[in-house]
């Protein structure tokens, strides 16, 4: 059995003065003790944290003492764990170099370099040209984020956003790439992504609202005033936001308005940036669709007519309406395709069956297909457009979690790889010390969780081992058993390292979102138990010995299992965790609530949904029961999930946990969502979260 933990010489906890404030939604009153917590000028905070109220600040930082006090034993641990982290990275690493006419471009990294370098070399060279240095552009700085980054089509600007608050507010600047010098173009409060029309003179970038939303599309024209800059496109559904990129073929530059499950996209001819935008198909609720772009044609991949899992149409450039949509790959139901490449031969899909990806190439000339196959029981893979359209060559990754990175290139005609890079492990790695698995949980409604798991040789399997259950669950978003550096400290040491691929991802096809989000979203929560339960069922550990994790919207998961399940967990940690769905939901001014109501449910306007959220948001299901170790991190300038949720939460656990458990909060009081920005700063966040893991198990020591 596991070390209790000691508290012995513990300060007493903060504690959080309860201030009520009640409201009244649906005939229902609610109570809220902590709402003192958001600051009423949170949206100045996210530009200038000195700004922070002083109670609030003085109450965030008394919890980041009594924090650093409750696991001040694990110190040297979490020193050995950053240096064992620290030594599994390659110090100059670098990528595969990308080409692109007469260049090929790559980011590397220098030794002791905390941030990447954009370099680029003329074509099938060797040296470099540093065209941006993260580590002298971030110097002096406690936070800094590289955003977007686009060089023009005639190689000669490198556009670039930049973030130095953690608040994914970013400002856009443009470098002579002859002279190194930068333009005194200066475009601040954008979302950072920047797409370059032919003329190599003219970019489209997204501009936020006051609210941090974005919603409007503006052209610059590189030497003129930003003041003069021409709105584009203006999104008046404050429930949809933009995005921007631009078809590998150069032809077209594309808008792309969306929320959780609908969008709709237009085109501007990228010879004529100053052209009209053109509709490809008005937004209809439940539509999806991508638009690429081959010839006279555009390559739509559509889930309308039926197709969850989506199918592939084409229809002339000229008349690109729904109306004149052919089908070219049908539907077929469980295959969903993830993500299409379009080149000047081929055609590329990645999809996923039976929760395993695959790659599958079409030539364009005869509809020939052929896989990219893989061996491994359970693995991650992706795929890399690239810079250029007229490429037989494909690049994409491939790893498992016994498996280090792969980069290939594959020629698309010949049918031949060629591996170009490996991950290096400078501390050495053998991935025959270690095992991975595939197992299903069985779930109480007949379905079956994938569960991934990871282990060291020799690791005993008789259910004495710790197990580290990492889920997530939302948005469709699928967690890939991929290779993870870190994770190996955990292993190392004889923990089992398990993912659940719960409802609420896309592992199991389109059907496996849906059945965990909105109405169905008790799915999500249900399955991560299943999981942990399977997995003591399996023998592999014990009902109170699973420490469990998940970030943003897997932070709210964790929330919820804490509540719904506390003795199957010995531990729960909560990265910037979103556990006050309920008040969030109802607020509208924040950032991210109107695009989440199709992913939640409006509580504003419908009760039933108002009850369903009630029914689970972590914060509003706090109750005086025993809870097990529980460990929140926030950062004060997020604005996806502000630092005052997880603030809230632990002020209540805190109060009503009957258990003797750690409970215990960190807000990092200079970043934002990702946590500290630099490679090495993240690795201390990660130590920490694995010393407080390993503290509780009592294997702190080993």
Not at 103 to 126: H, I, K, T, W
Not at 156 to 163: E, Q, T
Not at 255 to 260: F, L, R, T
Not at 385 to 414: C, H, I, N, Q, V
Request: aromatic content about 10%; proline content about 6%; charged content about 25%.
């Amino acid at each position: 059995m596991h070390a209790p933990v000691s508290r012995i010489e513990l300060p007493a906890p903060p504690v959080a003065q309860r201030k009520p404030v009640v409201s009244t939604h649906h005939g229902v009153t609610l109570t809220d003790d902590y709402a003192w917590l958001r600051a009423d000028n949170w949206q100045d905070v996210m530009r200038e944290p000195a700004l922070l109220d002083a109670d609030i600040r003085a109450y965030l930082e008394a919890e980041n003492a009594y924090t650093q006090a409750a696991l001040g034993s694990t110190a040297a641990l979490q020193a050995e764990l950053f240096q064992e982290m620290k030594g599994r990275l390659k110090p100059d690493d670098s990528t595969v170099p990308a080409p692109d006419g007469p260049f090929e471009y790559f980011a590397n990294y220098v030794a002791g370099g905390q941030y990447p370098r954009l370099c680029r070399r003329a074509r099938n060279s060797e040296g470099e040209h540093v065209l941006l240095d993260g580590n002298a552009e971030a110097e002096g700085k406690p936070y800094w984020d590289l955003g977007g980054k686009a060089h023009s089509p005639d190689h000669r600007l490198l556009a670039y956003s930049v973030d130095d608050k953690g608040s994914e507010l970013y400002t856009i600047r443009i470098r002579d790439l002859e002279t190194g010098r930068d333009h005194t173009d200066e475009i601040p409060d954008t979302r950072g992504e920047i797409v370059w029309a032919n003329d190599s003179q003219t970019l489209l970038y997204i501009r936020l609202d006051a609210n941090h939303r974005p919603l409007f599309v503006y052209r610059h024209r590189i030497g003129t005033p930003v003041s003069e800059d021409v709105l584009v496109y203006e999104e008046k559904d404050i429930g949809f936001y933009v995005g921007l990129d631009k078809t590998l073929s150069g032809k077209f530059l594309i808008v792309d308005a969306h929320d959780h499950q609908s969008n709709e996209v237009y085109l501007i001819d990228a010879d004529k940036p100053d052209s009209p935008l053109v509709l490809v198909e008005k937004r209809v609720h439940g539509h999806e669709y991508q638009v690429d772009h081959h010839g006279d044609r555009l390559i739509i991949t559509t889930n309308s007519g039926g197709a969850e899992d989506f199918r592939i149409c084409e229809t002339p450039a000229d008349k690109p309406g729904q109306a004149n949509w052919r089908e070219i790959l049908a539907h077929k139901p469980g295959r969903l395709i993830i993500d299409v490449a379009v080149f000047k031969d081929h055609l590329v899909r990645l999809e996923r069956e039976d929760s395993l990806p695959r790659i599958i190439v079409r030539a364009l000339s005869d509809g020939a297909e052929h896989a990219i196959a893989f061996g491994e029981e359970a693995y991650a893979l992706g795929m890399s457009e690239g810079y250029e359209f007229d490429t037989t060559t494909l690049r994409f990754t491939y790893s498992s979690m016994t498996t280090p990175a792969e980069t290939y290139d594959y020629d698309m005609a010949k049918r031949t790889r060629v591996l170009r890079k490996r991950q290096e492990i400078p501390s050495g790695h053998n991935p025959a010390d270690y095992v991975t698995r595939r197992l299903f949980a069985p779930a109480a409604d007949g379905e079956t969780v994938p569960v991934s798991i990871l282990y060291r040789k020799g690791t005993p399997l008789d259910g004495s081992a710790p197990l580290f259950l990492y889920g997530y669950g939302s948005y469709g978003i699928s967690i890939p058993a991929s290779f993870s550096t870190t994770r190996l400290s955990l292993v190392d040491r004889g923990f089992i390292f398990a993912i659940a691929h719960i409802r609420g991802g896309k592992d199991k096809g389109y059907h496996w979102y849906t059945d965990g989000k909105l109405d169905k979203k008790l799915n999500t929560f249900t399955d991560f138990i299943a999981s942990g339960e399977h997995l003591v069922a399996q023998g592999l550990t014990k009902r109170g010995r699973i420490v469990a994790n998940g970030g943003s919207a897997g932070g709210m998961l964790m929330g919820v299992v804490a509540n719904m399940a506390p003795d199957l967990f010995l531990g729960i940690i909560a990265d910037v965790p979103f556990v006050d769905v309920l008040n969030t939901m109802l607020d509208k001014d924040l950032p991210l609530t109107p695009p989440e109501w199709p992913e939640w449910g409006n509580p504003i306007e419908s009760a039933r949904e108002f009850e369903i959220i009630r029914s689970y948001s972590p914060y509003d299901n706090v109750e005086a029961k025993a809870y097990p170790h529980i460990f929140a991190y926030g950062g004060l300038t997020d604005p996806r999930v502000t630092y005052w949720e997880p603030a809230k939460w632990i002020a209540k656990l805190r109060r009503l946990n009957t258990s003797d458990n750690l409970v215990l909060l960190k807000t990092n009081m200079e970043a934002g969502h990702g946590g500290a920005s630099g490679r090495f700063e993240q690795l201390r966040e990660m130590a920490l979260d694995y010393a407080f893991a390993l503290k509780i198990t009592g294997l702190a020591a080993v």
